[in-house]
């Protein structure tokens, strides 16, 4: 019996992880141990929360009667256990069947971490499912954890989630737990907090761990989770050249945040510094990193279905503080990190990791620029037009993004639309039937959890 594998379960305990805060992601009920079981697959990038999310999993089970010795937690990221291989799990359910002889028959509860240091992982989790009572569990930081080249035999077989850092409505009940983020209203000195706090929550972002720490260790921590996705995410796992390249290419997409990102620019200024990278090689490696999820990739909609790698892509981070901590100091404005907020919320509340589920328009009648169109490219109904701005100051700035709005409105039939702003009062542009709500962006992302009705759908 391998001897660390036995350590490695037997010296885990819940209680060494408590107080746990609970997290939003809702897995729904879990399923009563069987064989033939949907497994839920968590995946997100590294640090966003995943493991916690298992242990708040488990913290449940143990609250409703199930016994700790029906549960098993085993992270598969490890250097002691290299190489990881389908062995390496059945040797992992050996031990735990060794420890507790009681849980095959009564029904056991499976929590596999980082599942994908494991080769062939889909095939032995396939496997797993069919000939063990049990509900599984499983995470991994990479979408390419439920794509076709890797795990086509669990098509059907799992049911798909997405962590990611801490939403602003977390970031509030993790810093101000006297605040009742679901309140129909808040009092003036509660919505002074919770606008200091939007500043703050998008400097800081909402990575778990940094939350509590200085804002150099946090800047520190922040540098060091973006380097290790690209080293071991990116360049280790598809074994790609030019380490170098590729890293000053990710810190290139950091600093421009939002803004348009033209490979054959930056194919030339990496070879003007150096890094003798070639358009192919960028591509590929703008995709690694949205599989890491590292940024996740926002295409003109007129482009997403058809044309997925034509045009110019804007490349957002998946956090506003991991893209200040990765950008050289002062080249990130507010505006852009609200925006990077902005879409990543839209992600996280349409929760679904589809390409061109976020993209951004263009009018056809005069080139507006609409910053978010969110739904699926695929299908025009239920369509939201979300627009970004710092503030609305000045007759030309309220034009600028009214017009492309108005505009993108009548294209689409819709009646209503959204505009976020970081400061400001919330108010409602009226236009014959259409709407546009102009919404303060800390009220904006702590709107309902059940988001059906908000924002606003196709009429």
């Given at each position: 019996?391998?001897?660390?594998?036995?350590?490695k379960?037997?010296?885990?305990?819940?209680?060494?992880?408590?107080?746990?805060?609970?997290?939003?992601?809702?897995?729904?009920?879990?399923?009563?141990?069987?064989?033939?079981?949907?497994?839920?697959?968590?995946?997100?990038?590294?640090?966003?929360?995943?493991?916690?999310?298992?242990?708040?999993?488990?913290?449940?089970?143990?609250?409703?009667?199930?016994?700790?010795?029906?549960?098993?937690?085993?992270?598969?990221?490890?250097?002691?256990?290299?190489?990881?291989?389908?062995?390496?799990?059945?040797?992992?359910?050996?031990?735990?069947?060794?420890?507790?002889?009681?849980?095959?028959?009564?029904?056991?509860?499976?929590?596999?971490?980082?599942?994908?240091?494991?080769?062939?992982?889909?095939k032995?989790?396939?496997?797993?499912?069919?000939?063990?009572?049990?509900?599984?569990?499983?995470?991994?930081?990479?979408?390419?954890?439920?794509?076709?080249?890797?795990?086509?035999?669990l098509?059907?077989?799992?049911?798909?989630?997405?962590?990611?850092?801490?939403?602003?409505?977390?970031?509030?009940?993790?810093?101000?737990?006297?605040?009742?983020?679901?309140?129909?209203?808040?009092?003036?000195?509660?919505?002074?907090?919770?606008?200091?706090?939007?500043?703050?929550?998008?400097?800081?972002?909402?990575?778990?761990?940094?939350?509590?720490?200085?804002?150099?260790?946090?800047?520190s921590?922040?540098?060091?989770?973006?380097?290790?996705?690209?080293?071991?995410?990116?360049?280790?796992?598809?074994?790609?050249?030019?380490?170098?390249?590729?890293?000053?290419?990710?810190?290139?997409?950091?600093?421009l945040?939002?803004?348009?990102?033209?490979?054959?620019?930056?194919?030339?200024?990496?070879?003007?510094?150096?890094?003798?990278?070639?358009?192919?090689?960028?591509?590929?490696?703008l995709?690694?990193?949205?599989?890491?999820?590292?940024?996740?990739?926002?295409?003109?909609?007129?482009?997403?279905?058809?044309?997925?790698?034509?045009?110019?892509?804007?490349a957002?981070?998946?956090?506003?503080?991991?893209?200040?901590?990765?950008?050289?100091?002062?080249?990130?404005?507010?505006?852009?990190?609200?925006?990077?907020?902005?879409?990543?919320?839209?992600?996280?509340?349409?929760?679904?990791?589809?390409?061109?589920?976020?993209?951004?328009?263009?009018?056809?009648?005069?080139?507006?620029?609409?910053?978010?169109?969110a739904?699926?490219?695929?299908?025009?109904?239920?369509?939201?037009?979300?627009?970004?701005?710092?503030?609305?100051e000045?007759?030309?700035?309220?034009?600028?993004?009214?017009?492309?709005l108005?505009?993108?409105?009548?294209?689409?039939?819709?009646?209503?639309?959204?505009?976020?702003?970081?400061?400001?009062?919330?108010?409602?542009?009226?236009?014959?039937?259409?709407?546009?709500?102009?919404i303060?962006?800390?009220?904006?992302?702590?709107r309902?959890?059940?988001?059906?009705?908000?924002?606003?759908?196709?009429?």
């Open positions: 019996m391998n001897e660390t594998i036995l350590e379960i037997q010296g885990f305990s819940l209680d060494a992880y408590r107080p746990i805060f609970p997290r939003e992601l809702n897995l729904g009920e879990p399923l009563e141990p069987k064989a033939g079981n949907l497994a839920t697959v968590i995946t997100g990038m590294r640090r966003s929360g995943k493991s916690y999310r298992l242990f708040q999993a488990m913290d449940s089970l143990e609250q409703c009667g199930v016994e700790s010795s029906r549960m098993l937690y085993f992270n598969f990221e490890d250097d002691r256990l290299d190489p990881v291989t389908p062995r390496t799990g059945d040797d992992v359910l050996e031990a735990f069947f060794y420890l507790h002889p009681e849980a095959p028959t009564e029904g056991c509860y499976l929590f596999f971490d980082e599942l994908q240091e494991m080769t062939g992982w889909g032995w989790l396939r496997r797993i499912i069919d000939t063990t009572k049990a509900t599984i569990f499983v995470t991994g930081s990479s979408s390419k954890m439920l794509s076709a080249e890797f795990s086509t035999e098509r059907g077989r799992t049911l798909e989630f997405i962590q990611y850092p801490y939403s602003f409505r977390e970031y509030v009940r993790f810093h101000y737990s006297n605040i009742d983020t679901d309140a129909p209203a808040f009092s003036t000195t509660d919505r002074v907090r919770l606008q200091g706090a939007f500043r703050d929550y998008l400097r800081r972002g909402g990575f778990p761990a940094v939350q509590n720490q200085s804002e150099p260790q946090a800047v921590m922040l540098q060091g989770y973006a380097q290790r996705v690209v080293a071991r995410d990116v360049l280790e796992r598809h074994d790609l050249g030019s380490p170098r390249g590729i890293t000053a290419f990710s810190r290139k997409i950091m600093r945040c939002g803004r348009l990102l033209s490979l054959r620019k930056t194919e030339n200024e990496l070879k003007s510094a150096g890094f003798p990278i070639g358009r192919a090689l960028l591509s590929d490696a995709s690694y990193f949205g599989e890491a999820f590292l940024i996740y990739s926002v295409r003109e909609r007129s482009r997403t279905v058809a044309d997925k790698d034509g045009g110019m892509a804007k957002y981070p998946i956090d506003p503080g991991l893209a200040r901590a990765n950008a050289p100091a002062s080249t990130i404005d507010e505006g852009q990190a609200l925006e990077d907020a902005v879409c990543i919320e839209l992600l996280r509340s349409l929760d679904v990791a589809r390409d061109a589920a976020v993209s951004y328009l263009k009018t056809k009648e005069h080139g507006y620029e609409v910053d978010f169109v739904g699926d490219a695929l299908f025009d109904s239920d369509i939201q037009l979300v627009q970004v701005a710092t503030n609305l000045g007759e030309k700035t309220r034009r600028r993004e009214y017009r492309a108005w505009e993108a409105m009548s294209e689409f039939g819709l009646k209503e639309s959204v505009l976020v702003i970081e400061e400001g009062f919330e108010e409602n542009i009226e236009r014959g039937e259409r709407v546009i709500h102009c303060p962006a800390w009220k904006w992302f702590l309902p959890l059940d988001r059906s009705d908000w924002p606003p759908s196709a009429s």
